[in-house]
T-cell receptor, first 114, second 113 residues
């Protein structure tokens, strides 16, 4: 029972490089999310996908793109990484009634942009 | 403009005593509130939630209180245990169907043996 799996766990990028963060869930959840965590800022929503085939911007979408590849997978792409994107990235998923038992989060990807 | 604020970045408490974590919000459209716990190098895990139609919800050692008029909620942990040492996030949502969670900045709790 893996839940939400994120890859990679760690990554160092040079400014201007691109990369894709992968996320997959095996709980048959409809909704998926990407958050970033920065000190003192809590978790801020980057993009979300309410259901397969839909994606919407969250609070801090600039510099990112997403793809909901299928019901299981939701990827986050940095086209041209900047030092301001150094953060810990969390993917999450949820199903109907989630307010009573919350989102399920992955263990995170720690990204450093130098 | 943070809609959910946790004004205490850290809290230290003795084992066996009560931990009280506070959270304030500004958006009157929020109607569900959740608390998450996070250990280092792990993702947040859900603790407890409360709907705006209630003022209290209890689950074992964890109780969440909601004061809608003050736009304030709190999490009480009684008794505190060393395993409770973690970062706690308050989160809020405007609507249960397909809406997003807005998180506070977190409070780091240290429970001393």
């Amino acid at each position: 029972n893996a839940g939400v799996t994120q890859t990679p766990k760690f990554q160092v990028l040079k400014t201007g490089q691109s990369m894709t963060l992968q996320c997959a869930q095996d709980m048959n959840h409809n909704s998926m999310y990407w958050y970033r965590q920065d000190p003192g800022m809590g978790l801020r929503l980057i993009y979300y996908s309410a259901s397969e085939g839909t994606t919407d911007k969250g609070e801090v979408p600039n510099g990112y793109n997403v793809s909901r590849l299928n019901k299981r997978e939701f990827s986050l792409r940095l086209e041209s990484a900047a030092p301001s994107q150094t953060s810990v990235y969390f993917c999450a998923s949820s199903e109907a009634g989630w307010v009573f038992y919350g989102y399920t989060f992955g263990s995170g990807t720690r990204l450093t942009v130098v | 403009d943070q809609q959910v604020k946790q004004n205490s970045p850290s809290l230290s408490v003795q084992e066996g005593r009560i931990s009280i974590l506070n959270c304030d919000y500004t958006n009157s459209m929020f109607d569900y509130f959740l608390w998450y716990k996070k250990y280092p190098a792990e993702g947040p895990t859900f603790l407890i939630s409360i709907s705006s139609i209630k003022d209290k919800n209890e689950d074992g050692r964890f109780t969440v209180f909601l004061n809608k008029s003050a736009k304030h909620l709190s999490l009480h942990i009684v008794p505190s245990q060393p395993g409770d040492s973690a970062v706690y996030f308050c989160a809020a949502s405007a609507g249960a169907a397909g809406n997003k969670l807005t998180f506070g900045g977190g409070t780091r709790v240290l429970v001393k043996p």
